[in-house]
């Protein structure tokens, strides 16, 4: 399936912690992935589309979504949420 190493997805301002989105997803992987804090290692959401796991993911860091750090990651689990809207609508 390809790679496996660490790969910064995004990051936030320094001025406001500086946190980041990581991905440990091997190329050609088509889901699902999990967004998982790094300070708690919980999880934020289970999503099957690639794009939309990342706009959460890309959302967690910031201040509005104030979950610190996060990884993308492949997992066995069911989707918590279908979109990103889904998941904001949710209240996360």
């Known amino acids: 399936m390809g790679r496996s190493a660490v ?4 990051r936030g301002p ?4 500086g946190e ?13 992935y999990e967004i998982v ?4 290692g919980h999880s934020v959401a289970v999503l099957q589309d690639w794009s939309q796991a ?3 993911a890309c959302y967690a860091i910031t201040q509005d979504g104030g979950f610190g750090s996060v990884e993308i ?9 279908d979109t990103f809207e889904d998941w904001l609508g949710a209240g996360f």
């Open 20 to 32: 980041v989105v990581t991905s440990s997803v091997p190329d050609g992987h088509k889901g699902p």
């Open 7 to 10: 790969t910064v997805i995004a």
């Open 54 to 56: 990342r706009r959460v």
């Open 14 to 17: 320094v001025e406001i912690g």
């Open 37 to 40: 804090s790094e300070s708690g």
């Open 73 to 81: 990651r492949t997992t066995d689990e069911l989707s918590t949420h």
